[in-house]
Each structure stands twice: as C-alpha cells, then as structure tokens.
C-alpha cells in the first residue's frame, strides 16, 4: 500500500503542475473577454488583425483548456461539485465504499469511454486539418479537439488517485489528516 500511495501522491503532483499551467488560460481568458466586450461595445480600436471571430474562438479555446487542465486536479482537492443529501450521515467507512463503488461503477469506465471517442474525434480532426468554419476564425481545430481526450485522461488519473487513496482509508492505511481531508470530516 505504501508504494500505491507513493503513485497517488505522483498524480496528485502531476494534476497540481497541470492545473498551475492551465491557471494561466484563466488569466488569459478574462483579458479576452475584457477585450472582446469593450472592443465591441465601446468601439476599442482591433490590433493585429483580431476579428471579432478570432477573439470569440479564443474565448472558447481559452475556456475549454482551463477547464480541461482543471477538473482532475480538482477531483483530487474534493473542490468538485457534490450532491451529498446522505453522504453527511454515513460514517467514514461507508463514504470510502461509495467513493471507491463510484470510481470503479462510473469514472473509471466514462473516463475509458470517453477517452476512446474523443481520441478518435481529435484524431481525425488531425489527420484532416481541420480549421476553423469561419474563414478569418483561428485555424488548427484540432489543436482544441486534443483537448477533449486529454480532460478524460486527467480525470481518469483523478480517478485512479482518489481510488488508491480511498481503499487505503478503507483499510486504515491513510492517516487521520489526509483521511479527514479527503472524506470531508473534521479533525
């Protein structure tokens, strides 16, 4: 178990340097937008040949890489949204059951599935140069297809982290602050 924790905190450091990196399409993504509301409604001169198209087709590629950087990382901090409308009750034994049933009953083969149909949509977006349907829009489509399969791979690896880390609160191998942390529960 040691050596499987020792992988989880591997991924979990992977995920944190991955998210620090697409932090940086946050930033970029409300310049963006800045520019893009005060050019339109308050006639700010356009640059460098920035379109309304381009600036707009930036906006969704900045926004589909952030939250394609982010959402493992989050996973593994417990920052995702939960419906918890019993969870609460349940002791930290039963909540370890849930988790480690739901990685193995839904993440793990939605990642897998996903991986496998986003991989070949990106793929082929590829293999076909695919750029933008607009004429003056961002060319390389498939630049932000990648990021399709590369968001199911992040929470796959998520997934395969808070997995580890949940049979070993199962067992009792996790210790109290990193249990507490990782189930909700108060130290």
């Given at each position: ?30 310049f963006v937008v800045v520019y893009d509301v005060s050019s339109r409604y308050f006639g ?10 381009k600036v707009q087709e930036a906006e969704y590629w900045l926004h589909t890489y952030l ?121």
């Open positions: 178990m040691p050596a499987l924790l020792g992988l989880s905190r591997a991924i979990d450091r992977l995920l944190n340097a991955i998210a620090k990196v697409g932090m940086w399409a946050g930033l970029g993504l409300i700010v001169p356009k640059p460098f040949g920035l379109n309304s198209t939250f394609a950087t982010m959402i493992g990382y989050a996973y593994t901090r417990q920052a995702h949204v939960r419906i918890d409308l019993l969870r609460d009750k349940f002791s930290p034994r039963v909540k370890f059951l849930v988790e480690i049933f739901g990685i193995c009953l839904f993440l793990l083969p939605f990642a897998a599935i996903a991986i496998y149909y986003t991989g070949a949509y990106a793929y082929q977006s590829y293999l076909e140069g695919e750029v933008s349907k607009s004429v003056i829009g961002i060319p390389h489509s498939w630049l932000l297809k990648i990021a399709l399969p590369m968001l199911f791979v992040l929470l796959g690896l998520a997934g395969v982290s808070q997995l580890i880390k949940s049979l070993a609160g199962l067992t009792g191998r996790l210790s109290k602050d990193d249990s507490a942390g990782f189930i909700g529960e108060e130290t």
